[in-house]
């Protein structure tokens, strides 16, 4: 069974502050991972994607990658409130083909 | 402008019925996805396709069915053996990529299904 676990949350952080969210995941056939947004009452959107170890950064957004460890992580930098919603983690496996499985989500508010 | 277009937005199914909802894409991808969102639930796998006229079964297709005709359409179907069918239904696409390198899906806005 592959597995992709979210700490649910919810996460709360001042506004400002990095909010770190956490991704671990079984199975060491990994191949993808994939950070999506999502508000409430709206579909997932794509923030982050990542295949190799280290870190990748897109604005305020850093993936973290460590297949050893097995984990993603996303910080997002200077938290807005805008940034307020659930944090969907995605992992697609080699022997699965493009089948992403999502872990439950983080969610995440950000205090003025 | 390219994207995934879902339909309708809400739905209600009355017992017994079966209903279809819509999911069209003119982004040229090869892989379509249904998922099910359940409140405070990941997205589950109900059906997927990476090639016209395929499709594959996901973890959750039982009570449901799709076709895949047209590269730019996969119809999902909720059947009236779906004794649960109350949820968020979210239709996905993805280009196929690289060998060892997935390409991200992207989401429609989902069609919201409840039981009358």
């Known amino acids: 069974q592959k597995e992709v676990e979210q700490n649910s949350g919810p996460l709360s952080v001042p506004e400002g502050a990095i909010a770190s969210l956490n991704c671990t995941y079984s199975?060491?056939?990994?191949?993808?991972f994939f950070w999506y947004r999502q508000y409430s009452g709206k579909s997932p959107e794509l923030i982050m994607s990542?295949?190799?170890?280290g870190d990748k950064e897109d604005g305020r957004f850093t993936a973290q990658l460590n297949k050893a460890s097995q984990y993603v992580s996303l910080l997002i930098r200077d938290s807005q409130p805008s940034d307020s919603a659930t944090y969907l983690c995605?992992?697609?496996?080699?022997?699965?083909?493009?089948?992403?499985?999502f872990g439950t989500g983080t969610s995440l508010t950000v205090i003025p | 402008d390219g994207g995934i277009t879902q339909s309708p937005k809400y739905l209600f199914r009355k017992e017994g019925q079966n209903v279809t909802l819509s999911c069209e894409q003119n982004?040229?991808?090869?892989?379509m996805y249904w998922y099910r969102q359940d409140p405070g639930q990941g997205l589950r796998l109900i059906y997927y396709?990476?090639?016209?006229?395929?499709?594959q079964k996901g973890d959750i297709a039982e009570g449901y069915s799709v076709s895949r005709e047209k590269k730019e359409s996969f119809p999902l179907t909720v059947t009236s053996a779906q004794k649960n069918p109350t949820a968020f239904y979210l239709c996905?696409?993805?280009?196929?990529?690289?060998?060892?390198?997935?390409?991200?899906?992207?989401f429609g806005d989902g069609t919201r299904l409840s039981i009358l």
């Open positions: 996905a696409s993805s280009r196929q990529g690289p060998p060892r390198s997935n390409q991200p899906q992207h």
């Open positions: 199975d060491r056939g990994s191949q993808s």
């Open positions: 990542i295949y190799s170890n």
């Open positions: 995605a992992v697609t496996w080699s022997l699965t083909g493009n089948q992403f499985y």
């Open positions: 982004l040229n991808h090869d892989a």
């Open positions: 396709s990476q090639i016209v006229n395929d499709f």
